[in-house]
């Protein structure tokens, strides 16, 4: 059995799917078992547990009787994430669990001065710290996130504030299950061992590039000015967008492939998605 948090989101959800896909038992810790989200992964076969990383005790009880955990945390603020994922580890390790994977990111601890990077090196130092026999999978940017500019693309324009030319790494959420799965299927070879994972390695350009592809139509690429950035995505996302443009994450993608062969690229996760037929829908209205 393998606890899961955050399984009504993309990236639990996703983990959740790919451990069934294997035949092993999940439960997930939900705060409303009522919600949609919650019954979706219900339907699936997964026990679901009442709960939240905030309350010790629900923690407590959802870690009993289970052999492996996936933690990942919302991230609210870094204070937060610090706590939950903190709470989580040490719960975990008080009920003997066997296995504990966490979802930390790509270069989480290079100093880059971004607040959730650091935030998750710190929880990743704490796993190591209290002996937690874990894995540690650390995603890039998510191809996912691209659906918080879903109408703008739809429209003909993607946008963030680096430079035309410059590679940004990204990986499918569903992929970060795969990894998860991958991991929790061959403990004996993955225990104490990180992997920071990606699908993609594509220039803006070249990411707008797909996007024309996959929805039939001219899709270009606008920078966006960095006053402009952080006065409408915050400073601490400016800080991450400005260390993708002058660092940027460097995975070697071949080698992934090597452990899973159908890692997708972006033109793969987005017609996954559905994004050829929002076109398609986008056109008729």
């Given at each position: 059995?393998?606890?899961?948090?955050?399984?009504?989101?993309?990236?639990?959800?996703?983990?959740?799917?790919?451990?069934?896909?294997?035949?092993?038992?999940?439960?997930?810790?939900?705060?409303?078992?009522?919600?949609?989200?919650?019954?979706?992964?219900?339907?699936?076969?997964?026990?679901?547990?009442?709960?939240d990383l905030d309350n010790r005790a629900s923690v407590q009880s959802a870690v009993q009787g289970v052999t492996g955990v996936y933690?990942?945390?919302?991230?609210?603020?870094?204070?937060?994430?610090?706590?939950?994922?903190?709470?989580?580890?040490?719960?975990?390790?008080?009920?003997?669990?066997?296995?504990?994977?966490?979802?930390?990111?790509?270069?989480?601890?290079?100093?880059?001065?971004?607040?959730?990077?650091?935030?998750?090196?710190?929880?990743?130092?704490?796993?190591?710290?209290?002996?937690?026999?874990?894995?540690?999978?650390?995603?890039?940017?998510f191809m996912d996130n691209w659906n918080y500019q879903r109408d703008s693309i739809l429209s003909g324009t993607v946008s963030l504030?680096?430079?035309?030319?410059?590679?940004?790494?990204?990986?499918?959420?569903?992929?970060?299950?795969?990894?998860?799965?991958?991991?929790?299927?061959?403990?004996?070879?993955?225990?104490?061992?990180?992997?920071?994972?990606?699908?993609?390695?594509?220039?803006?350009?070249?990411?707008?590039?797909?996007?024309?592809?996959?929805?039939?139509?001219?899709?270009?690429?606008?920078?966006?000015?960095?006053?402009?950035?952080?006065?409408?995505?915050?400073?601490?996302?400016?800080?991450?967008?400005?260390?993708?443009?002058?660092?940027?994450?460097?995975?070697?993608?071949?080698?992934?492939?090597?452990?899973?062969?159908?890692?997708?690229?972006?033109?793969?996760?987005?017609?996954?998605?559905?994004?050829?037929?929002?076109?398609?829908?986008?056109?008729?209205?």
């Amino acid at each position: 059995m393998i606890l899961v948090t955050g399984a009504t989101g993309k990236q639990g959800g996703a983990v959740a799917r790919q451990l069934v896909a294997r035949g092993l038992k999940v439960r997930a810790l939900v705060r409303d078992r009522r919600k949609p989200a919650a019954q979706a992964i219900a339907s699936l076969g997964i026990e679901l547990v009442r709960g939240d990383l905030d309350n010790r005790a629900s923690v407590q009880s959802a870690v009993q009787g289970v052999t492996g955990v996936y933690s990942v945390q919302a991230l609210e603020s870094s204070a937060d994430e610090v706590r939950q994922g903190i709470l989580l580890a040490d719960t975990a390790k008080a009920a003997g669990v066997k296995h504990f994977v966490y979802s930390s990111v790509a270069a989480a601890g290079e100093k880059t001065g971004i607040p959730h990077f650091e935030s998750k090196w710190q929880i990743e130092e704490h796993i190591r710290k209290i002996g937690l026999p874990n894995t540690i999978i650390r995603p890039v940017f998510f191809m996912d996130n691209w659906n918080y500019q879903r109408d703008s693309i739809l429209s003909g324009t993607v946008s963030l504030p680096l430079d035309p030319n410059r590679k940004l790494q990204q990986i499918a959420v569903e992929d970060i299950g795969v990894f998860a799965a991958i991991a929790f299927s061959d403990p004996s070879h993955w225990i104490g061992r990180a992997i920071d994972i990606a699908g993609d390695d594509l220039s803006m350009d070249e990411t707008a590039g797909v996007f024309s592809e996959v929805l039939g139509r001219k899709v270009n690429y606008l920078q966006i000015p960095w006053d402009q950035a952080r006065e409408t995505q915050g400073e601490e996302l400016t800080t991450m967008f400005r260390w993708m443009n002058e660092v940027g994450f460097s995975l070697n993608i071949e080698e992934l492939r090597k452990i899973h062969p159908g890692l997708r690229r972006l033109k793969d996760d987005l017609v996954a998605q559905g994004w050829s037929k929002s076109a398609a829908t986008s056109a008729r209205n």
